[in-house]
């Protein structure tokens, strides 16, 4: 079997079961070490024998189980980096880069120290550090989710510290300028596809309280503190911009807060800024 012909039998295998058919690129890539530039230029070459067996298992598996591909593969990219991922992790969004973006627009030079909240993967923390070479501090309540952040940060070689506890409380004797967060922010009744619904871990993606329980937790952290963040930065589901707005106008009235939307044109996060 030629390696087109390998690619076409998986795309239209993964079609058949309402599955996106570039999930076989993903993985000829990762299988075969080859960007699909390489891919197309070699298409007519035999598939790698000892290969073929475990492409072709992979490709039922995700198939029939809906498996995320990073998972098969063991990684995910973003902001151009890769970083490990597993079951105890969310996998990357592509919204998540544009909070990175965000908040690289906001940052100012003063700003010394920032602080990750629910780092999961550390994929926020560890951008967010190569790209400013600030202090950068990131907590989670998950021991297994530390494990994989200080893996993915000593393969970077980014100097994240990584503290376990719940949202800010690792952080009440620190100084921190900018806060970002990617909280668990979904209600427990929205119906989710099963490659999020039964890979995802639920910790990272349910909260009570039509989903905002996560930001009200983070909000009430930052009331008791003496020294605020100049920056919050919030990814949010697309329906919670006004509630999370109106909750911090509620409790931290000294932010000038905005809601920002995605490429998609959905609302996707908040910025808020402290008065000064």
């Not at 012909?5 to 996106?20: D, G, I, T, V």
């Not at 893996?151 to 503290?163: C, K, P, S, T, Y």
């Not at 900018?178 to 427990?188: A, C, F, M």
Request: charged share 25%.
């Amino acid at each position: 079997m030629t390696i087109e012909e390998a690619r076409r039998w998986a795309s239209l295998f993964l079609k058949q079961h309402n599955r996106e058919p570039r999930v076989a690129d993903l993985l000829l890539e990762d299988m075969l070490g080859l960007n699909m530039a390489m891919i197309m230029a070699y298409e007519r070459d035999p598939f790698p024998e000892e290969k073929l067996k475990l492409f072709e298992h992979h490709v039922r598996q995700h198939a029939e189980t809906g498996v995320p591909v990073q998972h098969l593969i063991g990684e995910a990219h973003f902001y151009g980096r890769r970083f490990a991922v597993n079951e105890n992790v969310l996998i990357p969004r592509p919204e998540t880069e544009e909070l990175i973006e965000g908040v690289l627009q906001r940052l100012h030079t003063d700003d010394q120290t920032i602080a990750d909240i629910g780092t999961g993967s550390g994929i926020i923390a560890i951008t967010l550090q190569l790209e400013t070479k600030r202090r950068t501090i990131a907590t989670d309540i998950s021991r297994q989710a530390i494990e994989t952040a200080m893996a993915n940060a000593r393969q970077h070689g980014a100097a994240v510290d990584i503290l376990q506890g719940n949202f800010l409380e690792p952080l009440r004797n620190e100084t921190i300028d900018v806060l970002v967060s990617n909280p668990p922010y979904i209600d427990r009744s929205e119906t989710l596809s099963d490659t999020v619904k039964n890979f995802d871990p639920e910790l990272a993606l349910f909260a009570d309280n039509n989903g905002l329980a996560a930001y009200e937790t983070m909000i009430n952290q930052l009331v008791l503190r003496r020294q605020k963040p100049r920056l919050l930065a919030f990814e949010i589901g697309h329906k919670q911009g006004q509630d999370v707005k109106e909750l911090i106008h509620t409790h931290l009235a000294d932010y000038e807060v905005t809601i920002q939307q995605d490429i998609n044109q959905k609302d996707r996060m908040i910025y808020a800024i402290l008065d000064s």
